[in-house]
């Protein structure tokens, strides 16, 4: 069992059960995007060897470096053949956002940096013909901290993190968005309802 913040997580309950439970092998996924690594988000990497794993340059410093736990980079369990693949954000702007990386040939998937809770924190976003996806990570708690732009404790930078969230609340008033943070217990459900959240 692994341990996730304030939870254990059952064998079957990790990341590559769960993707083959719904007829996915993680073998098979090109694409690891990672929106940060701490702890209770990267102990999931180990399911996925033939994937590309996704970071940008500055969580990748922080996370690999011999001082990473201290910040919550738990690299001792990091896999031997972690070699994360820099994002580069030089697809230029996109939408509120000055850069941006663009992943997919068909132009539909960004990268975007979203620093304050890391440094290097990213988030993506993922255009469909009704709506975007936006995977925020821990860029905000959940979307009532996101709408107010309340700082979580652990934020490493206040400043960045608000710059991170007035962007955020900006693509949610430009477009039709469904926001996803991974500790938001609705965020499932927004998922599933397609249920946008209006910023405005
Ligand atoms: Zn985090």
């Known amino acids: 069992m692994q341990r996730c913040g304030s939870c254990w997580v059952k064998p079957e309950e990790e990341v590559g059960p769960q993707l083959k439970a719904l007829g996915?092998?993680?073998?098979?996924?090109?694409?690891?995007?990672?929106?940060?690594?701490?702890?209770?988000?990267?102990?999931?990497?180990?399911h996925f060897p033939n994937s590309e794993i996704l970071l940008s340059k500055p969580e990748a410093d922080a996370a690999l470096a011999r001082t990473g736990p201290l910040l919550g980079y738990l690299n001792m369990h990091y896999p031997d053949w972690l070699k994360p693949k820099i994002v580069s954000f030089n697809d230029g702007p996109w939408e509120s956002f000055e850069c941006s990386s663009t992943l997919t040939k068909d132009g539909c998937v960004h990268i975007v940096p979203t620093p304050g809770h890391t440094l290097g924190h990213m988030a993506v976003i993922a255009e469909t013909d009704s709506h975007c996806v936006l995977v925020a990570g821990d860029a905000a708690y959940d979307e009532q901290t996101l709408l107010s732009g309340s700082v979580d404790g652990v934020a490493q930078s206040a400043s960045l993190h608000h710059d991170s969230t007035r962007r955020l609340r900006e693509l949610c008033g430009r477009r039709p968005t469904v926001t996803q943070f991974a500790h938001d217990p609705e965020s499932a459900k927004r998922l599933a309802s397609a249920t946008v959240t209006r910023a405005d």
Do not use: C, K, S
């Open 24 to 46: 996915f092998d993680p073998l098979d996924v090109r694409w690891v995007i990672m929106t940060h690594m701490h702890g209770d988000h990267a102990g999931g990497i180990g």
